[in-house]
């Protein structure tokens, strides 16, 4: 080793042992590039300055610290911004002093004005962009009207609706009549239903009730039967019974318990030339069916049931409650409706009918209402050919499910005010309908009419009534699935409809389409019939 590497070693050898200094003792030298006056300065950074500290003002405020243990470098000598940093906190004597008793100021022979902070700058103004203040502006008078009259006009429509509710509310029609029970049947017995002088009658007939209907009504237990406290009206096919060929050709059927004498209005006997004559066309219309492939006739090609309360129950002004579940199937008809027991004022629709509720069983896709609509109507008129059902009908829809997916309740509410129609609610309403003119008036009918020979004037029958004619009689509770028809229920160029209302044979080619339709029937029978939990009926007492 050299000399000099020597003559190190044993200078560090030489230096004496430190060991735990006193608080009295000195603090060496560590920075060899600082003063020796300030053994505490520190060293020059040989990094670039990021920050350029100005020199201190000669009349800025300093405070000192007698040497002692706790000395420490001043930190106002660390003010960059031309003024010592802290200067709120020590620029005052009195300050400091009260601070700590080792504390000294050194006085200041100027006063130096306090440095403003200068305002940070905004990307969103240009340099010199005067700052809105409007809130020391004054308020202009249409911007105080604007924002006030929004919220006048809301109040005031609040309390317009308010108000708008309450006489809605007050004025609802309601039927204050006390009610008597005449009939309840919840199905828990078959033999009381359709036995001897049962709560419902099963109809039995061919001829399409007056609908061009499709099917057949029987008082088969295939088409209506009681199961598990449930009422089942079921559509099926006649060629399950009879085979498809007999259908379409070469077979008379004569329909079983044929019911055309008792359902029929005098036994079935009509006046003609001034006689009493038995209708017998009427008779084997209903009661029989010749399938001919040449004439292009066919048997019936569905079989259901039709059944009525005619011999048990009947009501003049009242209620009626049928808790029940639609079928589902293209082309099914179920209704739950009412017609007059005597038919005061002449056959169908001069004495009325009450539709509580029809529907479709075409589904949710069906463009002219399919199962998710269900529909509430009266039926009336001064002739056959002159019906006001158009002047007092309305329907309910659910536009997610059908409602033959679930029990609901339909309602019929009577009085000789108005008649009122709804679904599990009255606010769910089909029909709300006020007696508040007579029928002839509203049904605005015209002055003639043509009875099949000659035009002649049209007569009101109904002239001797009231404004709830011919709504003020008794009438009596149908359930019913019909398959198709031609009176326009299932409207022409809807849902790819199988058949012509103004056809030759509508019902051979509603049967020709079979592989269309029969598809949509469900195969389980719950899903396929018609459902009635129980019926209600009520009359005033």
């Not at 002093?97 to 006085?107: E, F, Q």
């Not at 096919?237 to 318990?257: K, M, P, Q």
């Not at 006001?388 to 005010?417: I, N, P, Q």
């Amino acid at each position: 080793m050299s000399d000099s590497n020597s003559s190190s070693i044993k200078e560090k050898d030489s230096r004496p042992v430190q060991g735990h200094s006193s608080a009295t003792e000195t603090r060496p030298n560590t920075a060899a590039s600082a003063s020796l006056s300030d053994p505490f300065a520190s060293p020059v950074s040989s990094r670039a300055p990021s920050i350029h500290h100005h020199a201190p003002s000669p009349t800025s405020s300093k405070a000192s610290f007698p040497d002692s243990a706790f000395n420490r470098r001043s930190i106002l000598n660390q003010s960059g911004f031309g003024a010592p940093a802290f200067s709120s906190a020590l620029s005052s004597a009195s300050r400091l002093s009260a601070a700590s008793p080792h504390v000294s100021t050194v006085p200041s022979t100027t006063t130096v004005p306090k440095s403003k902070i200068p305002r940070m700058k905004s990307h969103m103004l240009a340099e010199d962009t005067p700052v809105l203040k409007p809130w020391v502006e004054k308020k202009n008078s249409r911007a105080i009207f604007s924002y006030w009259i929004v919220y006048i006009i809301i109040l005031c429509g609040i309390a317009g609706g308010a108000v708008q509710c309450y006489f809605t509310y007050i004025r609802v029609p309601l039927d204050r009549q006390p009610l008597c029970m005449v009939f309840e049947e919840n199905f828990d017995n078959e033999a009381t239903v359709f036995g001897e002088n049962g709560t419902f009658f099963r109809e039995v007939n061919m001829d399409g009730n007056g609908n061009g209907e499709f099917e057949m009504t029987t008082s088969s237990v295939n088409n209506s039967f009681v199961k598990d406290g449930m009422l089942y009206i079921v559509p099926t096919l006649t060629s399950d019974n009879i085979g498809t060929d007999a259908v379409f050709d070469g077979t008379v059927y004569n329909i079983t318990g044929c019911t055309f004498n008792q359902t029929r209005p005098d036994n079935g006997f009509i006046m003609q030339d001034g006689q009493r004559v038995f209708d017998s066309a009427s008779y084997y219309r209903s009661c029989s069916a010749v399938s001919n492939a040449t004439a292009g006739t066919v048997i019936n090609p569905v079989q259901s049931a039709r059944i009525t309360t005619k011999n048990s129950a009947s009501i003049r002004f009242g209620r009626v409650e049928i808790r029940a579940k639609m079928p589902n199937g293209d082309w099914m008809w179920p209704a739950m409706w009412m017609l007059p027991k005597d038919e005061v004022y002449g056959p169908w629709p001069l004495s009325g009918e009450i539709d509580i509720v029809e529907s479709r069983g075409n589904g949710l896709r069906y463009t002219a209402h399919g199962s998710n609509y269900v529909q509430g109507s009266l039926n009336w008129g001064p002739a056959q050919d002159l019906n006001g059902v158009s002047k007092s009908y309305s329907w309910w829809t659910d536009k997610r499910k059908s409602f033959a997916s679930d029990f609901h309740t339909y309602a019929l509410e009577w009085t000789k005010d108005f008649v009122r129609i709804y679904v599990d609610t009255r606010l769910h309403t089909l029909l709300d309908l006020s007696f508040n003119q007579p029928f002839f008036q509203r049904g605005d009918f015209p002055d003639v009419t043509f009875n099949g020979s000659s035009l002649v004037a049209l007569q009101n029958p109904w002239i001797n009534g009231t404004n709830a004619t011919p709504f003020d009689q008794d009438f009596y509770l149908i359930l019913n699935v019909a398959v198709g028809a031609t009176n326009g229920w299932f409207p022409e160029s809807q849902g790819n409809k199988p058949w012509l209302d103004q056809a030759s044979h509508p019902p051979r080619d509603f049967a020709n389409a079979i592989a269309q339709w029969y598809p949509t029937w469900p195969s389980n029978v719950e899903d396929r019939a018609m459902i009635i939990d129980y019926v209600k009926m009520w009359k005033h007492c």
